[in-house]
């Protein structure tokens, strides 16, 4: 089984940085990863996820503002976040979904099988 540990957020005021870590153990085979967050009374969201190929997907509210990343041995994903509004205050939650030969992107929730505890950002205006 698949464990993830997040890590990096916090608080800060509107048009801060923040860099979030997602931490990967246990089985990794054929995996891609994601980041998604959700808002009290709002459902979850797909922020952005990365394929083992390095094609990324962002979704529609980032505006260019985030940047996904991996490392080389693919067990540490990170999230850049620049620009942060208000409304980007969230608990951010790494996934982990199966994946292999030409995987497509996606960041439906249903997809993803593995999930962290998830770590609270929160950005003041």
């Known amino acids: 089984q698949v464990q993830l540990v997040e890590s990096g957020g916090g608080s800060v005021q509107a048009g801060g940085s923040l860099r979030l870590s997602c931490v990967v153990s246990?089985?990794?085979?054929?995996?891609?990863l994601g980041w998604f967050r959700q808002a009290p009374g709002k459902e979850r969201e797909g922020v952005a996820t990365?394929?083992?190929?390095?094609?990324?997907q962002y979704g529609g509210f980032v505006e260019g503002r985030f940047t996904i990343s991996q490392a080389p041995d693919k067990n540490v994903v990170y999230l850049q976040m620049n620009s942060l509004k208000p409304e980007d205050t969230a608990m951010y939650y790494c996934?982990?979904?199966?994946?292999?030969?030409?995987?497509?992107?996606?960041?439906?929730?249903?997809?993803?099988?593995?999930w962290g505890q998830g770590t609270q950002v929160t950005v003041s205006s």
């Open positions: 246990g089985e990794n085979y054929r995996r891609c």
């Open positions: 996934a982990s979904r199966q994946c292999g030969g030409r995987p497509l992107l996606s960041l439906w929730n249903h997809e993803y099988a593995f």
């Open positions: 990365i394929n083992p190929d390095g094609r990324t």
